[in-house]
């Protein structure tokens, strides 16, 4: 294994156990950070994710995207000799990350109490739906779910559509921030004390986080939050727009500085003397009034033209990317955001890139997503000092 | 001030010295985790999340749920004694924390060059739209122009509506987690080099990495993922129903273990012999009929009955909560998500709790948001040693 000694977390060890995107993706992240992150599966058809569309050649693009730079072992859990293997691999680990069911890993044998008894300072980050207890945490959970409990869909889309769903996964990207910092304020704590402690992650408390004002609107206005589709909730014009070429642009112009600049671009300056549009109140309380006037100007402009005219007010606008345009982004070229990874059946996988920019110590790309247990023999071999027998025997067995 | 020696990062020091949303929240995550985090503000009106609505007594509530455990001070940079007080102050600080436009820091005189100079163990976070660098730099950047430009609007809503933007501000949230990761990857880097560094945060990076794998797929397979309103992309049925109370619940049965059950649970039989819905490919090339038939069957049953009975055969199978019904939820109350903090103004603030359920070291809540300006003597007594004097002459002079 390539090791990077100038890497932040050069020389952390984690056992990442974790399924779809929350979990693998903080373990991905510490991965980035130059963690030794052992992906640990089971053998077979491995994680979850390795079955999921999009495929290239066999590999799923998922599995791709949330498994960089990490190694893949396998580990049969319904046979006791792999949950042995498990309590083994802990004593060496630093950071052990799992989103089972809540009582799973309780129920192979590697609870809390049994692998903080083998080692005292693990630090455990536990990822589930509803937390670790409590009376919702039996159910399934996933971002959906979360974006549907959290109030999160109430407050997304058209208000006279459907609540709606992001197009992302957000709360699971949330959720693999939250708990990776988590873990490294667990490990921040451990330099000072020496012993590890048990962290427990819900999607849903992590959804909750992210609805802004909403709760406090609620409880002390007695306000219920809903959607509103890309008006702003406070100001006008805001809002996405079709141009003329069919294309979208989103528009925020109803500060006091911008609408007179933006409104005197696009020649429609009789609207300055217009009662209804004079103060931001006005704008907003005839929103709909404003913005279709901003709409019919918008349908005779093509959107380039519309965002290099409005740009140069000043006024945040900008064209709403379709992605086969945000693989072009000069930006994020010029950045770095979208890289290629060289992987040694899909061939070149591009993705997103390293999302933290640091000046002194870079996250790195050291190597693709594992195939799976690409490295079982290899880590059994580095971490407990497995022979090549022993490992044949267990294979054989069905442990690994 | 109250210090607790027992947390995470109780023996920090942070300037934040950032506006609205995405550097408060990064600051307010390690002041959650202990920090002694310095919100610093302009005179007169302050941070401009102040201003906005909606208020309760005369305080802003994004001020309130982005600014708790912070302390208050005022610097009116454009006078160059506050320039010269912040470069004092950042010799006694450990991070700094700003999402001005690229530019302004340097011509405060307060570069990246001029603080490591001052203070070479110093990490310094910097947030913008784009970059600190690139083409785009100078464009003004927020939530929305990153949800636009990096294709998360695109796929987000009805296919046949336009592209819309998330009712949240998920890529301030992703990136004030990402600024915190990577601040604690540069301390951690402190540690063992006793330097610091500069990182160079992006709004549109982190929207950018928030794609999962439209971007492989656009480039690797020629595809442009587009928006599908609540339908799952690769299963059926799976989407949003409206029930017969008008509420909605999201279900997710497509798979082969759970649409038989939903389908029985539901009495619906006889799509189980329907040719059209036998494997997972058929049901979701006959999505459209198969939706159409249960969300007939939603149609007759109140939310809570179908979120019970579904709910029984292991579906994931949840009712799309609104606001009000949230701040109600058993589980986050039993997580202690949903929290009170006294405001000397503005009362019992409820809010979001301590997201990150830690054993050992939770995060704690020991103050409100500060009032601007609520500690600048306090501050600059501690500090910097100032005296009451200075102060007094420095608040005369329009500097604090």
Redesign the interface.
Known sequence: MQKDR?A??GDLKVLDLSRF?AGPHCGM?LAD?GADVIKVEKPGAGEEARS???Q?KGES??L??FNRNKRSITLNFRDPRAQEILRELVRHADVLIENFRPGTMEKMGCGWDVLSAINPRLVMTRISG??Q?????Q????D??A????????????PD??????????VD??TA??S???T???L??R?Q?G?G??????L???A??????????????G????????RDR?SSPAN?F?TADGA???L?AGNDVHFPRVVKAAGLDALLDDPRFKTIPDRLKNADALETIIGEWMKQHPAEEVVELM?ST???C??????????Q????R??G??IDIEHPK????????L???????PPSIRRPAPSLGEHTAEVLSEWLGYTEGQIDKLTEDGVL
């Open positions: 100038l932040p977390f995107i992240i950070l999921l569309p999009p290239v693009l998922y791709l995207v509803f937390g207890d409590g009376p919702l945490a159910r399934p959970g996933f959906g779910i974006q549907a409990m959290s109030g999160l869909m109430s407050i997304t889309g058209d559509g459907p609540p709606t769903e992001a197009g992302t996964f957000f990207y949330a921030l939250y990776t910092v988590a490294l304020a667990a921040r704590v330099e004390t012993r402690q048990v962290i427990d992650m819900a849903l408390d992590c909750v986080s992210m609805l802004v004002t909403a709760i406090p609107q609620q409880v002390m206005l306000e219920t939050m809903m959607r509103c589709g890309n406070y996405a079709q979208w642009v989103l925020v740009g000043g006024a945040p900008a064209k709403i990317a379709t992605i086969d345009e945000v693989v982004n000069p930006q994020l010029h950045r955001q979208i899909a061939g070149t996988v591009t993705m997103h890139g999302t933290m920019k640091m000046s002194e110590t």
